[in-house]
């Protein structure tokens, strides 16, 4: 349940900033860029999450 909820926290995130940052360049929002932002945005809290931060509180 935490990684789909992270999924689409992601995506939510990653849309926003995608939004945000096209309109002040004054572009079309692209759709393709924003999913690929909140697919690392989403890896980089699964790896953030599950491996460093997790290995530094044991």
Do not use: H, N
Not at 8 to 19: E, K, M, Q, R
Not at 21 to 42: E, K, N, Q, R, Y
Not at 46 to 58: M, Q, R, T
Request: aromatic content about 8%; hydrophobic content about 60%; charged content about 10%.
């Amino acid at each position: 349940m935490r990684y789909l909820m992270t999924i689409i926290w992601a995506v939510l995130i990653g849309s926003v900033i995608s939004y945000v940052l096209s309109s002040m360049a004054g572009d079309a929002f692209p759709l393709m860029d924003t999913l690929v932002l909140s697919a690392i945005i989403a890896i980089a809290i699964f790896v953030l999450g599950d491996g460093i931060l997790k290995a530094k509180s044991e």
